[in-house]
């Protein structure tokens, strides 16, 4: 099970944190994703984190102003959204895949990009200019 919080409405160039609170499997066997969906829009993937090892990878959208993180204690990862843009206005969802099922992280690359098992319920970010 996840759960994301955190979302609400911020003014450009502001910040928000995401989290998403991970339950009912082992949190270091899996990588867990950021995706955004904005009205009329695909969803698109923004960022993963392999719990394992804190291996990180993000979208060029991203780069340089989100950062993915995780708390294994807590089993909760997070996302620091800075300098953020109206164009970042979307419901954010956090998503899980187990290493052993993700051909990517097998290939060595983003282990979300292969397609995730689990999905928690989006929280929105609305972003004002």
């Known amino acids: 099970q996840l759960q994301a919080s955190g979302g609400g409405l911020a003014q450009a160039g502001g910040s928000l944190r995401l989290s998403c609170a991970a339950s009912g499997f082992t949190f270091d066997d899996y990588a867990i994703g950021w995706f955004r969906q904005a009205p009329g829009k695909e969803r698109e993937g923004v960022s993963c984190?392999?719990?394992?090892?804190?291996?990180?990878y993000s979208s060029e959208s991203v780069k340089g102003r989100f950062t993915t993180s995780s708390d294994n204690a807590k089993n909760t990862v997070y996302l620091q959204m800075n300098t953020l843009k109206p164009e970042d206005t979307a419901v954010y969802y956090c998503a899980a895949v187990s290493l052993a099922r993700s051909w990517s992280d097998m290939l060595g690359t983003d282990p979300c990009a292969g397609g995730m098992e689990y999905w928690g319920k989006g929280t929105q970010v609305t972003v004002s200019s």
């Open positions: 984190i392999r719990n394992r090892d804190g291996r990180r």
